[in-house]
């Protein structure tokens, strides 16, 4: 029996809902005994009554992405999709991930961290600024500074989800994004918004975002981003699936933004896009991640 494990109490809970019920559904098609369940911050022992034979995380943020679901189904013996709990926790903090990645010399824009009730380290780096909680997803609480009079406030924003904020140089040019599939690389897409910044509404709601896939990278250049997407994955110890993101300036340099362990799984989502143009349907792609 697959326990699809869905909701959560993350800023993310609703997306985790519509992804959740598009892998439930996809499972039931292809004939998999299953069922889903809602977690909540008081429900997790009314799991642990159901037989389970693998559980098929679909949580999105903190509860589900950061290691917490990964590491209460290990001590249960109960496998699951997707990264273990040390790497969960690990990909989840932005500020860690590019702590780990610049060891490797991956490429990243600078960047430096404010701590909520903590003195400001001197911005080492020109504006524009982006600035964002480390540990939320689907670009929740981030702002463009582009004048440092409005620096306070963004930081105040971002420090909403919590008490740690990531200040880096905001590099103009367009998002890509690489899907991981069982340590192979995806189709590349260009997400082309019409927001200054890919947030929450273009990433889910809007019918204006625009999606390339296959992207418009020359052969060279495509090889080049999932080369770096996938020893940035690999780094990390993150296993199964995932997505890695970038941004690519006007020269078409590639700068890492982050890596996500579970990602969107909705109409509007990015894996299961790269999937389909590898000729891969939704139905394969849930299958290829559950036997992962």
Same mark, same amino acid.
């Given at each position: 029996m697959i326990a699809v494990l869905m909701g959560g !109490?993350?800023?993310?809970?609703?997306? +985790?809902?519509?992804?959740?019920?598009?892998? $439930?559904?996809?499972l039931v098609k292809s004939n998999i005994k299953c069922f889903k369940f809602d977690l909540n911050k008081d429900n997790i022992t009314d799991l642990w009554c159901e037989k389970i034979d693998k559980a098929f995380i679909v949580l999105h943020g903190r509860g589900g992405e950061d290691g917490f679901i990964q590491s209460e189904l290990k001590k249960r013996n109960i496998p699951f999709t997707?990264? #273990?709990?040390?790497?969960?926790?690990? *990909?989840?903090?932005? %500020?860690? @991930?590019?702590?780990?990645?610049?060891?490797?010399?991956? /490429?990243? +824009?600078?960047?430096?961290?404010?701590?909520k009730g903590d003195e400001l380290n001197p911005i080492y780096f020109s504006l524009p600024w982006a600035i964002k909680p @480390?540990?939320?997803?689907? +670009?929740?609480?981030?702002?463009?500074?582009?004048?440092?009079k409005n620096l306070e406030q963004a930081l105040e924003n971002a420090w909403q989800y919590n008490d740690e904020a990531l200040i880096e140089k905001w590099i103009e040019g367009d998002e890509y994004t690489v899907s991981i599939l069982n340590n192979k690389t995806l189709p590349s897409i260009k997400i082309s918004s019409d927001h200054d910044? !890919?947030? !929450?509404? =273009?990433? $889910?709601?809007?019918?204006? @975002?625009? $999606?390339? *896939? /296959?992207? #418009?990278?020359?052969?060279?250049?495509?090889?080049?981003?999932?080369?770096?997407a996938l020893k940035a994955f690999n780094v990390m110890g993150a296993s199964g699936w995932g997505r890695v993101d970038f941004i690519l300036d006007s020269k078409k340099n590639p700068y890492?933004?982050?890596?996500? @362990?579970? /990602?969107?799984?909705? =109409?509007?989502?990015?894996?299961?896009?790269? %999937?389909?143009a590898s000729n891969i349907s939704f139905e394969q792609l849930i299958l290829k991640i559950l036997n992962g």
């Open positions: !109490y993350s800023a993310e809970r609703d997306i +985790s809902l519509l992804s959740g019920n598009a892998v $439930y559904e996809s997707g990264s #273990d709990e040390k790497a969960s926790n690990l *990909c989840m903090n932005k %500020a860690a @991930t590019k702590e780990m990645w610049n060891k490797y010399d991956l /490429p990243l +824009s600078p960047s430096i961290v404010a701590k @480390t540990l939320e997803g689907s +670009s929740i609480g981030i702002s463009k500074v582009s004048d440092k910044i !890919y947030d !929450y509404h =273009s990433k $889910y709601f809007s019918e204006k @975002t625009e $999606y390339l *896939c /296959p992207s #418009d990278l020359s052969n060279a250049q495509e090889k080049k981003i999932q080369m770096i890492l933004l982050e890596i996500n @362990t579970v /990602p969107g799984m909705t =109409s509007h989502s990015l894996v299961p896009m790269a %999937a389909k």
